[in-house]
């Protein structure tokens, strides 16, 4: 892949990338849509699957991740997509003759806070493998989506502080009919967790309603009890955090306005949901 992209390079042809974890759904596939619109049709597309262990810590969901490259696969040549880049572990993590991998990348400011509070060694795994990415395929431009929105803030840090010559676009959140954030790991919600698991975008339609009706901006903590006991009227939602915070430096806020942003986690059943919302 990196010859590839050193010959793209010379040849003047910029490329788009879309890094993802695979099991592509529509989201995926509207974020290699805006890949496209940024590089033109002169330019090269290239999507990368790869579920990367340094980002799940040792109780989360690593060897049940849902994996179907073959589909895949199928999705992106229906979209166009130019390049597949599906690489193995022992690609991304070589091992030198102590069996070791040492070297990682950790942003310190904006990764601190919600996901990187609730999983501590979460970021360092993603500013890692995405610099190892950005290396490998010399991305114009790279596309992230909403949905993720600490990550790609996290990612866009990272681009800026260690002179990465990309692009990052960040893609609006794709939705179901229903409002649910379209995920990968929406295929764990059997039966009628996948009804409970609204609770995450009624969520943040209630904290809107609740500034609609107001004259002044209202307390995080009392927003953040009232959520708590709203999520867990569900028989089988567990909130893991619920976060306002001003969407540019990601420092919480005492008091929630409109122009905050508010990010959520809820464990439904067993499966860990994350989404967020400007107020």
């Given at each position: 892949m990196q010859r590839l992209a050193r010959c793209w390079q010379a040849a003047g042809l910029r490329v788009g990338f879309v890094p993802t974890m695979g099991y592509l759904h529509a989201g995926h596939l509207s974020l290699v849509r805006r890949a496209r619109q940024a590089v033109g049709k002169q330019g090269k597309v290239v999507v990368s699957i790869y579920v990367n262990p340094t980002q799940f810590g040792p109780r989360e969901d690593l060897s049940q991740y849902p994996r179907d490259l073959a589909r895949d696969a199928a999705l992106c040549r229906e979209e166009g997509v130019d390049v597949i880049f599906a690489p193995?572990?022992?690609?991304?993590?070589?091992?030198?003759?102590?069996?070791?991998?040492?070297?990682?990348?950790?942003?310190?400011?904006?990764?601190?806070?919600?996901?990187?509070?609730?999983?501590?060694?979460?970021?360092?795994?993603?500013?890692?493998?995405?610099?190892?990415?950005?290396?490998?395929?010399?991305?114009?431009?790279?596309?992230?989506?909403?949905?993720?929105?600490?990550?790609a803030a996290v990612v866009k840090r990272m681009v800026h502080d260690l002179n990465f010559p990309t692009k990052v676009l960040v893609a609006p959140t794709f939705r179901e009919p229903d409002g649910l954030a379209m995920s990968s790991r929406n295929k764990y919600l059997a039966g009628d967790l996948r009804s409970q698991a609204l609770v995450l975008w009624r969520s943040i339609q209630t904290v809107r309603e609740e500034l609609d009706k107001s004259s002044k901006p209202i307390s995080a903590n009392r927003l953040k009890a009232k959520l708590k006991r709203f999520i867990e009227r569900e028989p089988e939602a567990r909130l893991d955090y619920v976060e306002f915070f001003d969407p540019i430096t990601l420092v919480a806020v005492p008091q929630v306005s409109h122009g905050t942003q508010v990010a959520l986690a809820v464990f439904i059943g067993s499966t860990r949901l994350i989404d967020n919302g400007l107020l």
């Open positions: 193995g572990d022992e690609e991304m993590y070589p091992r030198d003759s102590d069996g070791a991998f040492s070297t990682f990348v950790v942003e310190e400011a904006l990764s601190r806070g919600m996901e990187g509070e609730s999983r501590p060694t979460h970021f360092r795994g993603v500013t890692t493998v995405v610099a190892k990415l950005f290396n490998i395929v010399q991305p114009w431009v790279a596309v992230f989506g909403a949905k993720d929105y600490q990550q």
